[in-house]
């Protein structure tokens, strides 16, 4: 019997901008987007898609 692997898919949207103004706002003496992208790694693959707007 063949075994089926379940492939489970998740979107994010992040919009850069924004996460730069909070984090100047929230004023942290520092923000790793490493570790950010690090936690998404142990939840899958990242494709990254950049869309721009004014």
Same mark, same amino acid.
């Given at each position: ?6 492939? @489970? ?12 103004? *909070?984090?100047?706002?929230? #004023?942290? &003496? @520092? ?12 939840? *899958?693959?990242?494709?990254? #898609?950049? &869309?721009?707007?004014?």
């Amino acid at each position: 019997m063949v075994s089926q692997v379940e492939i @489970k898919n998740m979107a994010l949207f992040c919009d850069f901008e924004n996460v730069a103004l *909070g984090v100047k706002d929230s #004023k942290y &003496a @520092k923000f790793d987007i490493q570790k950010v992208l690090e936690r998404l790694l142990l939840k *899958g693959s990242i494709v990254v #898609k950049k &869309a721009y707007c004014d």
